[in-house]
């Protein structure tokens, strides 16, 4: 019998203005959806999108319309360029320090359009010095989380001396880590507390999960107290051709165009549209044009080991009483 799954959703960060997010997550909670993730950009992916607010300003918000949901940005990037990881430490502690236990967060290496024009040298540096920063980055979040008394840090790329976080969380702010393939899932496995990926069900199955799984036994972790979290890249429309009518109105068929996500330009994303065919669209998105359709991708994740599955929703209040009212009753037993 395949483990129990959380149902989670994805608001993400564009089309409506801030406050609707939080009406958002209000409304998600009314829903019995416990669970909910906000994106963290700078530049919204593509220029259509023509919002793009602040998270850290929302997240508290959110938190105090609400009563139990938990809720975090997906992802946030500590590698010294938008933020410095000390900062983010702040941020979190603050959060957690008058919400404990509710406040989620997200971490990953970042993409070109909303980090590279806070590096400081202006450039994008590949993926490894950018892991390797992030990793630097969860050490020091933790020390300041954690140490009673100064410390300092010398690093790589962060150092600090004699510092000390006044305000600590006031419960344990557990880290989920995105990884894209096998060796991003290893360094999760090793040096956070979850797992994020956005791979499908067979390459989850034969490349991520066994990755992150092999990393945490070999760092000391168990494993199956660790969350294996699968996001699914969901579009909600009235069939599958209107839902790659909107893909594209919107402009979002520029972000399935090789080579998009080293673009630091919205604009320039949306343009790499125009190269994409439908069948590229289909191929990239689960067009959700009925609940059975939604059910039959959670359990593919479910079976292949997933313990949690977010449901991307965007800012929309009607898919996210879809996921309430119509998904979310059929893996009752199994979410907690």
């Given at each position: 019998m395949p483990n129990p799954v959380r149902i989670t959703i994805d608001i993400g960060e564009s089309y409506v203005d801030p406050y609707n997010f939080v009406e958002c997550v209000a409304l998600a909670e009314k829903c019995g959806i416990n669970y909910a993730w906000l994106g963290d950009h700078f530049l919204p992916w593509t220029h259509s999108r023509k919002r793009s607010g602040f998270v850290w300003s929302y997240l508290p918000v959110a938190l105090d319309r609400t009563k139990e949901i938990k809720v975090g940005p997906s992802v946030t990037i500590p590698i010294g360029g938008r933020y410095h990881p000390a900062i983010i430490a702040q941020a979190a502690a603050t959060i957690d320090n008058m919400y404990p236990g509710r406040f989620l967060l997200g971490v990953g290496s970042g993409e070109a359009m909303s980090e590279s024009r806070f590096m400081s040298n202006g450039k994008w540096p590949?993926?490894?010095?950018?892991?390797?920063?992030?990793?630097?980055?969860?050490?020091l979040m933790r020390k300041l989380w954690e140490s009673e008394e100064y410390f300092s840090f010398s690093g790589k790329y962060f150092s600090m001396k004699d510092v000390f976080l006044y305000t600590k969380p006031k419960s344990k702010i557990e880290i989920y880590f995105s990884a894209l393939g096998p060796k991003g899932a290893a360094y999760a496995g090793q040096y956070a507390d979850h797992l994020v990926t956005i791979a499908s069900p067979q390459k989850c199955r034969e490349e991520i999960f066994p990755a992150f799984e092999a990393a945490a036994v070999k760092a000391g972790k168990d494993p199956n107290k660790m969350e294996k979290v699968a996001n699914i890249s969901s579009w909600f429309a009235d069939s599958k051709q209107s839902g790659v009518e909107e893909v594209r109105r919107l402009g979002d068929a520029g972000l399935f165009d090789r080579g998009s996500l080293d673009e630091i330009d919205p604009r320039k994303i949306e343009q790499r549209g125009t190269r994409v065919s439908d069948e590229q669209i289909l191929q990239s998105k689960?067009?959700?044009?009925?609940?059975?359709?939604?059910?039959?991708?959670i359990e593919q994740y479910q079976k292949v080991?997933?313990?949690?599955?977010?449901?991307?929703?965007?800012?929309?209040?009607?898919?996210?009483?879809?996921?309430?009212?119509?998904?979310?009753?059929?893996?009752?037993?199994?979410s907690h």
């Open positions: 590949p993926w490894r010095e950018r892991i390797d920063r992030l990793v630097e980055g969860i050490t689960v067009f959700v044009t009925s609940p059975e359709v939604l059910i039959e991708e080991g997933a313990t949690s599955v977010t449901i991307v929703t965007q800012s929309k209040p009607e898919n996210i009483r879809f996921v309430g009212e119509k998904v979310l009753p059929y893996f009752r037993e199994d």
